[in-house]
């Protein structure tokens, strides 16, 4: 049976209100502490509009990250293509790689926030096309190749990295959600997925098909797509009971899901909840509610995601992520698991 490895997606959520110096300190602790207790990865993203998503460089934050630890792999989780020139992009991932001495996973992403895309002042609907067209370019710049290329929103003129990178082949992923692009995206390139809707029923529910979407894709452009390299966002937060682990979540659960999903992004479907219990349920799936979350102990964790490691979405890695402020304590946000066959 293949080892389930572990490790964090941190988009980071932070509320807004905090320092951000001790805001960053704390991301950097957290990378450090996992690399002790031998988590296998560390994930962080690029947002540039929310508050509470404060990282805007995850290139940079993962520099500091990499000097303040020893084996922990660095993921970009993502950068969002459309808001860079290509070639500069690859220019910080390969410094990035030699830097870590080959530790970088390179995800990608067309970016999350919609107020992103307006910030930069870029049509929303034009996000997904140039991230599979920078792609493209990203992947030849990484072979060596020089290239003139002229698009709608970048130029390349007879242009070759000065340097390749650190490892021999370096390992990308793409975002993925529920529509079938990011699949579509990773199995046209031959790349890793990230999943990040997995946290939702629906998004657990689908994953067996989305893995179709890439096999298709990737057949359909003679790449080949490995369920090794498949990671999925799940969530929860872990104590030595059930009870610990409820009391320190609750509170942390309700200002995210109140301040973050309902007030700052307007989640679709996501309305403020008032008694912080009954949200606990929803999420968890107490009594009756459907919930994908686990709040709990480590032995209830394994009970709930067994099924999910025995389906064909079956996980090699699982992951966590924390949320991190003076009333959320450390309670849980987002992990991912990376299915096999």
């Known amino acids: ?3 389930i490895r ?6 980071p959520h932070h509320p807004v209100g905090e320092h951000p110096a ?6 950097l602790g957290l990378a450090e502490h996992l690399d002790k207790l031998g988590f296998d990865e560390f994930w962080c993203g690029e947002h540039h509009s929310s508050g509470w998503e404060m990282i805007a460089s995850p290139e940079l934050f993962l520099a500091v990250a990499a000097e303040r630890t020893k084996r922990i792999r660095l993921g970009t989780g993502v950068v969002s293509l459309p808001y860079h020139h290509p070639f500069n ?10 830097m ?4 970088v996973i390179f995800g990608t992403g067309p970016g999350a926030l919609p107020s992103d895309a307006r910030t930069f002042g870029i049509d929303y609907m034009l996000l997904r096309d140039r991230q599979d067209e920078a792609i493209g370019i990203l992947k030849r710049l990484f072979a060596g190749e020089r290239i003139s290329h002229k698009g709608d929103w970048f130029q390349l003129n007879d242009a070759q990295l000065q340097i390749l990178p650190y490892q021999e082949d370096l390992p990308m992923a793409a975002a993925s959600s529920l529509s079938p692009s990011g699949m579509q995206l990773a199995g046209k390139y031959g790349m890793g997925v990230l999943s990040i809707a997995s946290t939702s029923q629906e998004g657990l529910q689908a994953l067996p098909t989305q893995w179709s979407f890439a096999e298709e894709a990737a057949k359909k452009h003679d790449q080949k797509v490995d369920r090794r ?3 999925v966002v799940m969530a929860w937060h872990l104590a030595e009971s059930k009870k610990q682990a409820e009391q320190e979540a609750v509170d942390g659960l309700q200002h995210w899901h109140n301040e973050y999903n309902v007030r700052v992004l307007g989640r679709p479907g ?4 008032a008694d912080k219990w009954e949200l606990l349920a929803r999420v968890t799936g107490i009594g009756n509610a459907v919930g994908t979350s686990v709040i709990g102990t480590p032995d209830e964790w394994s009970r709930r995601s067994a099924p999910f490691r025995r389906s064909p979405a ?5 992951w966590v992520s924390h949320t991190t402020g003076p009333t959320m304590k450390r309670h849980c946000a987002h992990g991912t698991c990376l299915p096999v066959t």
């Not at 992009?89 to 030699?98: G, N, P, T, Y």
């Open 100 to 103: 870590t001495l080959g530790r």
């Open 270 to 273: 996501s309305v403020h909840v």
């Open 314 to 318: 079956a996980s090699a890695s699982c």
């Open 89 to 98: 992009v690859a220019q910080r991932i390969v410094q990035l790689d030699h």
């Open 1 to 3: 049976m293949t080892r």
């Open 229 to 231: 390299n498949w990671r």
């Open 22 to 27: 001790l805001q960053f300190q704390r991301d």
């Open 6 to 11: 572990f490790g964090t997606f941190l988009a």
